[in-house]
Nanobody, 124 residues
Framework: QVQLVESGGGLVQAGHSLRLSCAASGRTFHTYAMGWFRQAPGKEREFVATINWSGGYIAYADSVKGRFTISRDNAKNTVYLQMNSLQPEDTAVYYC?????????????????WGQGTQVTVSS
């Protein structure tokens, strides 16, 4: 069982930045693909970004492309989401997720483990 703990959320003004972190337990983090998803009130959970086990493949949702950057540090069992030029529509609970197969999927159902989420609120 892998435990994922997100941190770094908060309240920011539009145009500002935040960096989310997701720390994973266990010794097999380096084999997992990692993803970031978000869920706004009344909406379904949606894909934000994903990175495969080695960092050699990365994908983003169109809505965040060019503003958000996903990265990972396998030595620290941590995946990051750098979010720049934040907009009110980015307001949501952000979740990190792990896929044991190491493949960077973009769909919720492909991930095996989930964190508890961290709130990001962007004011206009």
């Amino acid at each position: 069982q892998v435990q994922l703990v997100e941190s770094g959320g908060g309240l920011v003004q539009a145009g500002h930045s935040l960096r989310l972190s997701c720390a994973a337990s266990g010794r097999t983090f380096h084999t997992y693909a990692m993803g970031w998803f978000r869920q706004a009130p009344g909406k379904e959970r949606e894909f934000v970004a994903t990175i495969n086990w080695s960092g050699g493949y990365i994908a983003y949702a169109d809505s965040v492309k060019g503003r958000f950057t996903i990265s990972r540090d396998n030595a620290k069992n941590t995946v990051y989401l750098q979010m720049n030029s934040l907009q009110p529509e980015d307001t949501a609970v952000y979740y990190c997720a792990a896929d044991r197969g190491g493949v960077a999927f973009t769909t919720v159902g492909e991930y095996d483990y989930w964190g508890q989420g961290t709130q990001v609120t962007v004011s206009s």
